[in-house]
């Protein structure tokens, strides 16, 4: 495909025709040109532009609906109906102006009435002599001015349709009027049967319904008409309708002959040459081919290489997001070789800092953060993946691994942990816990956004613009978007999420930190594992004795106390036994909203008391038992307050003599059903109950059988403390019975403030109507242990062997249960053993939990999991989750290459397949984004939306060589920067001509480097930077630094805990990103919220920038810390110091007039502080580093105040 | 495609660069900071800085608008809605007609029974218009007359996220703009120093809010809601460090606008120039601001109508009195988030409180406007982001019982602005539990409140993703019904 037809045009189309036209659609009060009313007016320049959005329909360059004979576009209707000279005597004037009723021209029907202003000029251009004037972009001088130029319809034609006729005429087949399509070939040149012929004739535009309709006077017949419902794409009222530039432009393409194209997007890239220029000395790099070219074309040339400290600094916040250090500096300008700048780069790319700064850029399309969004919008823990993709770029890792990796990594074979975390992408959407919500609705929420993100990400498709009905625009389908949705649809995840933390599907995900610690762990656990192994002949004949004593001893017990909480023996006594160990449940669960508020301490021993009547004894189980008769129960006090997060169990011999009652609770009956954790007989089988409110908020599972009544059995429940149902496992007489889950969905940390019950739990004050009471037990309890910890199968087989060590001693070695032999084998190592044995075991089984521990401490990372088998995909009818349409495979629009039939239809297909080489999105949509990061606008300017309602490139064969290349070079990231950054066009220099500035105001053009504002956390990273309080450290949790207080307390009732000491000043990659309530310093210089997926950022300048760069806490501390520098290492005098600061932020020493207003600055400043040195003590108490003592208060704080000048201007927060 | 409303920004900044080469006056660019450039400030609405060519499209009837949004979705059944039938039939089971299978919250989905319980707060009938109101909101009843209730407002959302999240930017999920991002894209500013968009929250728990409330979804981030707060600073950084006075802070502000000056000449960049008029308005703001929040120039007689909460920063009554003082100085929209209305159990005791907090300021607001001449040029709104059912959720007895969200019929009212005064518009069937006339659903009230702004709905669009979004989507209709 040729993209290089009629370029020249482009320009016409941006700036030119372009601007006038918008001028005179939008801005008519702005653009009146005139500012000496006798200054004699020029018809083509002043007056063209509005009549021919207002007359040229009917007084057009169109024969076909050309009114009266009579055409405004060329020079001849001077002559008949207007009196040069005289506007109240011309006829072309009278008619403007003339009553209604007698036809004032434009007619009011049309829509398109002149405002007074315009009229007004229309007399004064008569007035003042009616010259014709120069022709507008015209070549040839003749009557139709632009009717020389060939129409590219890629670039002109096809947007014009997109934009105007798709939205009724396009690939929703829905919304299609008249079974007519003009998105694709077979519409527009097909025979239309009963609707009479082509709407195109190809050569003939005259002969064209199209242009007939487009340029009709009848609006009932003209088209695009504005229809009774209002459309998704609404032109405005009078503003319906083509103008007249657009018509012509259509009737010279179907003149032309009317040649079609496939969207240029939806073609794969060819290599095309690098074309031909007429000075190539400035040339560096192939893709200054591509841009001189284009100057030339345009008559223009490029400006001159910016010096070269600019262009350090300028590559330095590019690459690296930081701005150079003198090291860097140095070695630059001392370097002599001709590839000095080049080597420059060089060391910038192997940088860490550069994988910092293009993960930010990634990060933001990632639609990356530290919390869950929506409602509560609490922590989650995803920064590995973060440090994931910080890696990725600065191991240079190829972009079709990155994409793979991302997308389905955990499908590849032997997918490691980092392939693993690589998926997180997929799983850094919102995801919703409020209460109440249905969870099918949010499962599908979830898929559209991934589908939404990855396609906008690596396709800059508007993929989910077709969730609801086909694509307006772009030939995607419906049915389609399903068929991508069926590819993410498969993951083993929860409608509701988890309120707090992560949801699964989840790994731990290590750093290489943990993985040392791990590594000495396991070191020190091999040690001891040795050291006890070579105890073992000697434990296994010392325990031998030992039983042979035990046979003969009356009674002696054990009881297993790792971890034991409490124990009620319930002999004779309804006491309970601590073991005084201190037991740590776990902390604040909502840790990061709210202050840790750790749980209240249990007092031992605790108050225990019989309620409901006397405590009965009778022979139990172990000793004796307790008795209930469903009234008396136990108040066993405040322990066991387990909540969600805490792994616990509990141990019971019961008893019961009918089939319902409750066994061990710490619960109460609440309005919202029964919050707390309890242990039930319900119906005969075994209930357990962790909840916060019972219906939505807790889970529930019970057991599948029932179990008999009146004997003994002995029941260890344990739970795993990980919010899901599978973590409960139920054993009885020690063996693990299957379960069924009632409740699936604990969002909330449930502590109460109801005691442990045996025999009961908490119900409502009588009368109270509570729901969910539970009625009290009825039969025999014994030996209740509570253990804040899982005990494991072999542990539940000991805790459920009743008898003693003494009778199980008696009791032949081959005879006995595991569960006896394992008992007296552990009573024996833990109690009875050799000192040495003794202690071998214990700091083995230390270890081992510490093992435990530390892995259970590690971050974890939501990743991507596949369901098997998978989940069956439906379309979804007007993308609602509840209205299922026909069942969908996965697949990829038909519009782009094929997928590999042979390989499995799932993620990894779908990822190999974004990245084969014929692909024509991929590459162009990734360097595009690069091309954007340098120099603020995408050769693509639309960078989200490569479809036909995004701008054609304004480089096309630049956009297919960069995309081409990037390919060939097996995706080498790096290569494609360094190509970009080498390039004569990037190391222009960026200083703004006023010219240029006006007929080229966003640099498309290129004819100079890129000058604009730095992104947010490049100008937080740079002041930390040049104050030297940045921590370089590479990675981690995030951290909190600076920020105004009340901001989450107000909105969200949440505590921001600001970090400390050195995680203060960490780059702004790190700060933790609250996706609700973003920093909002970050968002006041534009940054993305996270909330959703987003590629294109803005560039505002507003008040409240200025406010924080002079105000924030960050500044005023950075300011300090850099007059501190300024002092200990500027020079001596004042304006060494000043030039040192400014050179520092700037890269430049100041220019004269600069240090004179510097200086005097200062000066005006020390004389305020040494007046008034508590001011200055003020001033230089802001922030939380130390100041340094020694030097003079007022002097420190002169320098702060000049440090904060240079800080906050234009040119410091502005790449240049 | 983008390139229109870009080129047209840029061009209306060049128009301003223009005329500040010509000494009419520094102008601050961005549309939300517009300094009223021309210097000739008559008051009308249709005066404004920035905003769209060609908005107003017609004559509107409201030039601000003050949101009092109760987020957590208030009872109506408790409030504004009586329904006689549900007392007769206190306590019986809901008829499954009524509901007719219609989606539950999976809090009461599967509830056992669902039994209709009548807001034990006594109704009465008020003003001339005979409005009924319930006793919890005995100063609103003193001014039904002014107010016009719609009875029927309609959402497709049933939790509180989404369902604020409708209200304010017309989707139920986040990116959108929200409203005032929209009216300050499209109306621009009415004054020289504040924001156009003002959100305050106050300082009430409950559910939270979220910056994507006012924030600028896809538009420029400098249509985004300026978010004052009630401790530290009124607007982020908005005050000098310690040590750093005012006159201090004009020489710092003069020297950096001099170096800037400088660069501006020598690098031609226009954004330079901006950055220069920006920190003038910071400057300007550093004093507006305090002014406006310092409450020490109102009469005690002020006080004592918007209630002894007044007097301390962040409540509701303080930020009603702060809302008529922005909306003294012009501020376009003013939003008022007040967090606390969601009662799944023990609502009789906890709306008690709750609507103490707002009765007596909501009413002093309007009562206070009207005297001042600003009623009718101010669109008040007050609701939540949906209504409760009239089925109890919970535990039922005389003073202990929740309600669900219910999102297919709830009340919300406007007041001023071009609104019909003592109206109610809208009916719902004895259980308030489904419409039966004239519905409004949130799109509709968008349509409708920028029409009393001087917006057709349809025409106010941003090109975004290939697209001309607009706040209704593509939905909307005037309620015709309301309009005076």
Known sequence: MNLRAGVIGVVLTVLGVGSAQYLSRHLQAASLPIQNPQESLDFNQHVRPMLAEACFACHGPADATRQADLRLDTSDFIDSVVVPGDAEGSRLFQRLTTDESIGRMPPVSSGRSLTAEQIDLVRRWIDTGAEWGSELASADGGGRPVAARSVDFAREVRPLLSENCFTCHGPDEGSRQRGLRLDVPEGPFADRGQFGGPVIVPGNADESLLIHRVSANDLAVRMPFRRGTVSAVEPGGEEDGLTASEVETLRLWIDQGAEWQSHWAFIPPERPELPGVVDGEWIRKPIDHFVLSRLEEEGRTPSAEADLMTLIRRSTLDLTGLPPTEELIAAALNDDSPDAYERHIDRLLESPGYGERMAGEWLDGARYADTSGYQTDAERTMWPYRDWVINAYNSNMPFDQFTVDQLAGDLLPDATVDQKIATAFNRNHSQNGEGGIIPEEFLVENVVDRVATTSTVWMGLTLGCARCHDHKFDPLTQKEFYEVFAYFNNVPERGKAFKYGNSPPYITAPTDDNYAELAQLDGEIDTAREVFANFEREATAGQAVWEESLQSAWRVDWVLRDQLLVHHPLNGDIAGVYTGEPIVVSPSVTAGLRANRPPPEVTLPVAVTMEGGLPSFVPGKVGEALSFDGQRFVNAGDIGNFTYNDPFSVAVWIYPTVDNGVIVSRALAGDEGERGWGVYLVDGKIQVNLAQRYMDDGLRVVTRDELPLNEWQHLTVTYDGKKMPGGFVVYLNAESVSLETETDGINNPIRTREPLRIGASGSAPDGSGATDSRPRFEGMIDDVRVYAKVLTQAEAAVVATAESLSDIARIAPASRTSGQSKKLRLAFLDQYASVDIQDAWRHLKGLERRRAELWDSFPTVMVMEEMDPPKETHRLIRGAYDVPGERVSPGVPAILPPVNEDEAPNRLTFARWLVQPDHPLTARVAVNRFWQMYFGTGLVKTAENFGTQGEYPSHPELLDWLATTFIDSEWDVKALQRAIVTSATYRQSSTIVPELLEQDPENRLLARGPRLRLPAPAIRDQALAVAGLLVAQVGGPPVKPYQPEGLWEQAASQDYLQSEGDNLYRRSLYTFWKRTLAPPAMLAFDSATRETCIVRLGRTNSPLQALNLMNDVTYVEASRMLAERMIAEGGETPEERIDFAYRLATAHRPRPEARAVLSDSFYSSVDRFQADRQAALDFLNVGEHPRNETLDIAELASYTMTASLILNLDRTITKD | ?484
């Not at chain 2, 003193?142 to 999240?165: Q, S, W, Y």
């Not at chain 2, 007895?397 to 003592?422: M, N, Q, S």
């Open chain 2, 1 to 484: 495609m983008d390139s229109n409303t870009d080129l047209q920004r840029l061009l209306t900044r060049r128009r301003f660069l223009e005329l500040s080469r010509t000494g009419i006056g520094a102008a601050a660019l961005a549309t939300l900071w517009q300094q009223d450039v021309l210097g000739q400030g008559t008051k009308s609405p249709v005066d404004s800085v920035g905003g769209l060519a060609g908005l107003p499209h017609f004559a509107p009837k409201a030039k601000r608008v003050i949101y009092l949004f109760q987020a957590g979705a208030p009872s109506q059944h408790e409030l504004w809605e009586y329904k006689p039938k549900v007392v007769e039939l206190r306590g019986t089971e809901l008829p499954e007609s009524v509901r007719a299978g219609q989606r539950l919250t999976t809090m009461t989905a599967s509830q056992a029974s669902f039994p209709v319980i009548p807001s034990i707060f006594p109704f009465a009938q008020h003003g001339e218009t005979g409005a009924w109101v319930s006793e919890l909101m005995p100063h609103t009843a003193k001014i039904v007359d002014e107010l016009c209730f719609i009875r029927t407002m309609h959402t497709e959302a049933i939790n509180h996220d989404p369902g604020v999240t409708f209200f304010q930017t017309g989707a139920q999920l986040a990116g959108r703009p929200s409203m005032g991002a929209w009216l300050s894209y499209g109306l621009g500013s009415m004054n020289s120093d504040l924001p156009t968009f003002v959100a305050m929250v106050s300082n009430r728990g409950g559910n939270p809010v979220y910056d994507r409330l006012w924030g600028n979804g896809f538009l420029p981030s400098e249509y985004q809601g300026v978010k004052f707060l009630s401790t530290g600073d009124p607007v982020l950084y908005l005050s000098n460090p310690p040590g750093i006075d005012r006159t201090a802070r004009r020489r710092f502000l003069d020297d950096l606008a001099a170096l800037n000056q400088q660069d501006a000449e020598a690098f031609g960049d226009p954004e330079t120039t901006t950055r220069i008029s920006q920190y003038e308005m910071a400057y300007r703001m550093q004093a507006s601001v305090p002014e406006l929040t310092d409450l020490s120039d109102e009469p005690e007689s002020v006080f004592e109508r918007y209630g002894p909460d007044s007097k301390t920063p962040g409540t509701f009554a303080a930020n009603c009195l702060l809302a008529r003082r922005l909306a003294e100085r012009d501020v376009r929209f003013v939003e008022v988030f007040h967090r606390g209305w969601d009662m799944h159990t023990q609502l009789p005791r906890r709306i008690q409180t709750q609507a103490k907090d707002v009765d007596q300021p909501q009413a002093a607001l309007i009562q206070d406007l009207k005297e001042r001449g600003m009623l009718d040029e101010t669109l008040v709104v007050w609701g939540g982001e949906f209504g409760r059912t009239v089925f109890c959720q919970g535990r039922m007895t005389e003073t202990t019982y929740g309600r669900d969200h219910h999102p297919r019929a709830f009340t919300i009212w406007l007041a001023g602005g071009g609104v019909k005064p003592g109206m109610s518009y809208g009916t719902t069937d004895d259980f308030g539990y489904n419409i039966v006339e004239n519905p409004v659903h949130i799109h509709d009230l968008h349509a409708t409140m920028l029409h009393l702004l001087g917006i057709d709905h349809t025409r106010l669009t941003f090109p975004y993703q290939g697209r001309n979004f607009r706040l209704t989507d593509v939905h909307g209709k005037i309620v015709n019904g309301i309009l005076s």
